[in-house]
């Protein structure tokens, strides 16, 4: 019996003791020297930090012990935070690690907009930032800005599946266009050429491509050379100027 009572009080004692643990943060939050005065931000090159203050929204009475998940789902309704951790720096600062959304194309809309892989609109200053990035219209002969969201939406992800898994042709492009059958067209700057293929095209085919269009290139003068087309399976088609009156 003295057993079963001496294993109630321990019982009783670690609960109340547990209680007391679990308020020691609400008594710390309204200790003074606790009030947050001061946000770091690491790992932002959009976001800044007067922006990160005003997207937290903090009271003059916030603490550091305050509850961080509200905070985080504050930064993570912004379009330029991907995600976000949020560490305690006492006695009186937040750090904020930042992992931002990254702008893949410009859309003109009818200025030149930055938009990220899903093609939202991304609020970033292209020219103070100097973004080196392709353009994404729709067919040619449509107006500007007249791609509809669905084909923002697949333009903008064809183009951040290739500047991930093909760089080295993606970093040739200085613009992709969707037209309204759902093919992509790619124009290479220099020498100029046009690169026709369809939503998904794997690396193979793509490098596949290249190398019949160097060896055009290398036989024929490269500015006759306007076209390659890698929508059809197993073939790739370049096609010269002289085939089209020039």
Known sequence: MKRWLSF?????????????????????????AFRVTEVRLRGERFFTQEEAIRTL?????????????VLKSRL????????????????HALLLKVVEVEPVALFPN?????????????PIDPAAHK????????????????LSHEGLRVLAGEIARLAHGDPEFHARISDYA?????????????????????????????????RVLAHAQ?????????????R???????????AEGR
């Open 232 to 242: 059809f399976d197993d073939q790739v088609v370049v096609r010269f100027g002289r």
């Open 76 to 91: 993570l309704e912004h379009p330029l935070v991907k995600d976000v951790r949020i560490y305690r720096r006492f006695p």
């Open 57 to 69: 929204a903090l009271e003059s009475t916030a603490s550091v012990w305050d509850d961080t998940k």
């Open 131 to 146: 973004l080196d990035l392709p353009i994404m219209t729709a067919a040619p002969g449509t107006a500007a800005g007249s």
């Open 110 to 122: 009818p200025t030149l907009e930055p938009v990220d892989e899903t093609g939202r609109t991304l």
């Open 218 to 230: 290398d036989r024929f003068d490269e500015g006759n050379v306007v076209d390659l087309d890698l």
């Open 8 to 32: 109630l009080f321990v019982l009783a004692l670690a609960v109340a003791l547990g209680g007391v643990v679990r308020r020691i943060p609400e008594a710390l939050a309204e200790v003074e």
């Open 178 to 210: 969707l037209h309204p059958k759902g093919d992509v067209t790619a124009r290479i700057t220099d020498p100029p050429v046009k690169v026709h293929f369809r939503p998904g095209l794997q690396s193979s085919r793509i490098k596949a491509g290249l």
